[in-house]
């Protein structure tokens, strides 16, 4: 569970790998009642559906992507404002609140300034696709789970390094999570479950995330 690591009622395992233009990242969702139904552009899945995310945190920005059964995506660019201000990146600034489709959280504690979130984003080059081990939507059906595939281009992760190094090289590491919104439908609530304990409900901690290092298995 996403606040203290406790163990799931249901399976979920991610697994990454890397190569010079891709961060893959694959999830095994178990699930006996498969059910999706959202499927307009940027639909923030986890509203209604059963869904997988996966975070990965640059240098003052941070993207999410969440995908429900039917591949029906979301993306978000989450950038923090303080560096901006800071920095006098003004330029910069005027673009993020020039954006149609924009959140604006406020800051936390220790936090001068929040962060934006883009929600139109679309991260340039991304991949993703489903395949079903059951029959969705079907409840009189037991399923058994479904299966995700993304792969993420290191030229579109770019706009979200803030500088840093992409492809990475051999040692070096970035902080990244994987989660996933369950449905509870006896009590119709939504649960988080995520590789990294938070400590709380809110997934968007990056400093909790795990460092993910990237290691050269030929090496």
């Known amino acids: 569970m996403i606040h203290d690591g406790s163990a799931t009622p249901l399976d979920t395992r991610v697994a990454f790998l890397w ?27 986890y509203f209604n559906d059963e869904d997988v995310e996966l975070f990965f945190e640059g240098n003052g920005y941070y993207y999410e ?22 920095e006098q990146r003004y330029s910069e600034l005027e ?3 020039k954006s149609p489709d924009v959140l604006y959280y406020v800051a936390r504690e220790g936090e001068n300034l929040g962060r934006h979130a883009d929600l139109n984003y679309q991260l340039p080059g991304c991949k993703h696709a489903v395949h079903i081990d059951g029959t969705i ?8 789970r479904w299966t995700v595939e993304i792969a993420l281009p290191w030229d579109g992760l770019r706009q979200i390094s803030g500088g840093r190094t992409v492809p990475p090289k051999p040692g ?14 006896s009590t119709r ?17 990056p400093e ?12």
Request: charged residues 25%; proline residues 3%.
């Open 19 to 45: 190569d010079d233009q891709y961060l893959y990242a694959a999830y095994q969702v178990e699930d006996p009642d498969i059910r999706a139904s959202m499927t307009g552009f940027n639909d923030h899945v």
């Open 95 to 97: 673009e993020l609140f």
């Open 172 to 185: 070096d590491s970035f902080r990244m999570t994987a989660y996933r919104c369950h449905q509870d439908r």
């Open 189 to 205: 609530t939504a649960k988080g479950w995520t590789w990294s304990v938070m400590g709380n409900d809110n997934i968007h901690i």
């Open 208 to 219: 909790r995330w795990n460092h993910v290092v990237f290691v050269d298995r030929n090496a």
């Open 137 to 144: 939507n079907c409840p009189d059906v037991k399923d058994r």
């Open 65 to 86: 992507l969440g995908l429900n059964a039917l591949n029906t995506s979301y993306q978000i660019r989450w950038t923090w404002v303080e560096p901006l201000v800071r």
